[in-house]
């Protein structure tokens, strides 16, 4: 097992790598001079003072020189300072972090709350009507844009249910559990349906794949009820597999709270985002995607690993 | 094996008819492209147009779906949305079908360093979440159509890459490929005659199932200002300039996600029939 970590956590090197060059390039993208961007247009300098800033931000220096720059300060934990608070940018990520990680955490409870139960008898009553109309069910859920359903939860759900889906009026969880809860309720299910249909197909398939195989057939034929072949032999080798779907749809799940976030007006990182992308306050943009991305690449880690704790094939495979 | 045999001899069209899942997605998906081609004939009112007695008009009468905040007409900017929205995610798709197969071919035949490099490419681009990467580069690069169109098509690359790569690879040890390669013929007259029309039943499924989630995308990134402008009409920017009137008048809200919803179940429905018909392994 610390060999299968060791190696999984050698692999990370490469794509880290190549995830911060893509962070760096991509604010050198941006048409302009940087400098010309952080003063705005209404600093009037001389030519002779924009290079003397630009030695002192270390903006004249060759690319390659100021990549290096850059990843030496991320390992301090420097992300930058914003263009427009002039704080360092990295608290206030963090700061919003916990918002936005409870969003998708909620999600995923609420998709496997559904997926589970619904793609197991979908696989078990496998051919009938019931079967059909949860496959055609499962399809539309996956066509759904989320930030539609969440406009119409918001449209059909308040004049009746005010207490929750308030705009607005997040609270942190620790301050007020149930008030948090109630306003993190609709984003969670607007973000947490798509899912749920994705990790239902998935389950299906997985748990009809494996009642094709011989030892459930044995499992019958030598007399075992029908419920204990599929809890006892079924159900705990097909459910083993969604794991890995959680760690591919962790993108969905992360890329998602930036615009549910943005529909429910709650303050976490992609809200951060959006407002520094219409400010054009890149530092900021920089840091969330790269946070962002740090994230989704640990996810894929952790998920990893827990297959191959759950299913000794895989590490020894 | 005599199924599949059997299956192959008669024409694309009428294996689609014994697909009905298939066959649905792709009456769906033609009629939306009839729609759009043919905008300019069906559309009741010019898209642009305002009229200032009509705000917020419910559907019924003159205006078929209701107007929005403008006066202006909800089916006619439907209409005119759908050319949008539908070339912008196309484009985008072939983009990431061009890129992404020719890479994973390259990868899969050559091997080596060229697999490496390529596929360590790929999964950088796949270490970001998609839609997160897209706003990212629309962020910076302006929000003109080819940007769009751009930032789609490389979010959607890696997936095709890596389609094709598996797939280059499955084919690459078959008898007929060394065979061909015994007989002289070089790697281009082997990739393009041998191995293409092999590894073209898994693009197929992945374009399909790729063009509903890039119609996806391109409406969470016009719905969140970042992808087409208005007053072009799309039908992200028309949910998103809907969210302040919807409680006053829910046509505006309901019929541009529908429109959405319905397309996009459309490539599901193609995707996945076609998968049922292109590999009977995976059949339910």
């Known amino acids: 097992m610390t060999a299968f970590i060791a190696g999984r956590l050698l692999a990370l090197l490469p794509v880290l790598w190549g995830v911060s060059i893509l962070v760096f390039l991509l604010i050198h993208l941006i048409p302009g001079d940087a400098l010309q961007l952080f003063l705005g247009t209404q600093v009037a300098m001389t030519p002779a003072q924009m290079e003397e800033l630009r030695r002192l931000f270390g903006i004249n220096k060759a690319l390659p020189w100021q990549y290096a720059d850059w990843v030496g300060r991320l390992f301090h934990g420097d992300f930058g300072v914003s263009l427009r608070t002039s704080r360092p940018v990295l608290p206030d990520i963090l700061a919003r972090l916990p918002v936005s990680a409870e969003l998708a955490a909620l999600a995923l409870v609420i998709a496997l709350g559904i997926a589970l139960p619904v793609g197991i008898l979908s696989a078990l009553r496998r051919g009938t009507a019931a079967d059909a109309a949860i496959r055609l069910v499962g399809l539309v859920g996956l066509s759904v844009p989320n930030f539609w359903l969440a406009t119409l939860l918001l449209l059909l759900l308040p004049g009746r249910l005010l207490p929750i889906a308030s705009i607005g009026m997040y609270v942190r969880f620790f301050a007020n559990p149930i008030g948090n809860l109630a306003v993190m309720l609709l984003p969670a299910v607007s973000l947490g349906v798509v899912l749920a249909a994705v990790i239902m197909r998935y389950v299906r398939s997985a748990l009809l794949e494996v009642l094709a195989n011989e030892y459930v057939r044995t499992a019958r034929a030598k007399g075992l009820r029908e419920h204990r072949v599929i809890n006892r032999h079924a159900l705990r080798n097909a459910l083993i597999p969604v794991i890995t779907v959680v760690g591919f749809q962790a993108g969905y799940l992360l890329g998602g709270t930036v615009v549910i976030e943005e529909v429910f007006a709650l303050p976490g990182m992609g809200r951060l985002a959006l407002t520094a992308i219409s400010q054009r306050d890149y530092p900021v943009v920089q840091g969330v995607v790269l946070v962002i991305a740090l994230l989704f690449v640990l996810t894929n880690v952790v998920v990893d690993l827990l297959y191959a704790y759950v299913d000794p094939r895989v590490r020894f495979g | ?284």
């Open chain 2, 1 to 284: 094996m005599t199924r599949s045999a059997a299956a192959r001899r008669t024409s694309t069209p009428a294996r689609l008819l014994r697909a009905p899942v298939a066959a649905a997605g792709a009456v769906i998906i033609g009629v939306y492209l009839l729609a759009a081609a043919s905008a300019p004939v069906l559309s009741p009112h010019d898209p642009l147009a305002m009229a200032s007695r009509s705000l917020l008009a419910p559907p019924g009468g003159p205006f078929p779906l209701g107007t929005d905040q403008f006066g202006r007409d909800l089916l006619s900017r439907l209409l005119y949305g759908a050319r949008v929205s539908l070339a912008v995610s196309f484009a985008s798709v072939v983009l990431a079908l061009a890129g992404g197969g020719a890479a994973g071919i390259a990868s899969g035949y050559y091997g080596g360093p060229i697999d490496g490099l390529l596929m360590r490419v790929m999964d950088v681009i796949f270490a970001f979440p998609a839609v997160l990467l897209a706003i990212a580069i629309m962020a910076v690069a302006g929000t003109a159509v080819w940007t769009v169109i751009v930032a789609i098509g490389v979010v959607y690359t890696p997936q095709f890459a890596r389609v094709s790569r598996a797939s280059v690879l499955a084919t690459r040890g078959l008898e007929y490929v060394e065979a061909a390669a015994a007989l002289g013929a070089g790697a281009r007259r082997i990739l393009l005659r041998h191995i293409l029309p092999n590894i073209s039943a898994p693009l197929i499924v992945q374009t399909s199932l790729s063009l509903s989630l890039a119609i996806l995308t391109e409406s969470a990134l016009s719905f969140l200002g970042l992808g087409t402008q208005p007053p072009t009409p799309s039908w992200g920017n028309m949910l998103a300039e809907s969210r302040r009137f919807m409680a006053m008048a829910p046509w505006t809200a309901v019929f541009p996600g529908a429109t959405i919803a319905t397309v996009v179940l459309g490539f599901n429905l193609l995707g996945d029939g076609l998968r049922d018909l292109l590999d009977p392994r995976l059949g339910s």
